[in-house]
Nanobody, 120 residues
Framework: VQLVKSGGGLVQLGGSLRLSCAASGSILYIYRMGWYRQAPGKQRELVAVITLSGSSNYADSVKGRFTISRDNAKNTVYLQMSSLKPEDTAVYFC???????????????WGQGTQVTVSS
């Protein structure tokens, strides 16, 4: 299984960015997909997750500014980030909890991180 991300980069205060992450491989079922982030010197934290049915959950710090969405047909999750703040600066990681054909139970998979930097 591979999680291939795109997006990220440098943006000014108040700007917007969009991240996407596509899962590929011998996937039987994807239960949920989401985004986490890790700022320097801090622990990795949940940003937003979305289930197969479309139910989503957000960190309090991003509610109202970030929107997570999912294209089940493409096994892809998106994170639209608006009104970005310097405190949003971090490495963002895509996560998928899915079941591979060869496994009996679902497992967590992580994509490579992508840097998001918000300048003031």
């Amino acid at each position: 299984v591979q999680l291939v991300k795109s997006g990220g980069g440098l943006v000014q205060l108040g700007g917007s960015l969009r991240l996407s992450c596509a899962a590929s491989g011998s996937i039987l079922y994807i239960y949920r997909m989401g985004w986490y982030r890790q700022a320097p010197g801090k622990q990795r934290e949940l940003v937003a997750v979305i289930t197969l049915s479309g139910s989503s959950n957000y960190a309090d710090s991003v509610k109202g500014r970030f929107t997570i969405s999912r294209d089940n047909a493409k096994n892809t999750v998106y994170l639209q980030m608006s009104s970005l703040k310097p405190e949003d600066t971090a490495v963002y990681f895509c996560n998928a909890r899915l079941r591979e054909i060869r496994h009996d139970v679902p497992m967590d998979y992580w994509g490579q991180g992508t840097q998001v930097t918000v300048s003031s």
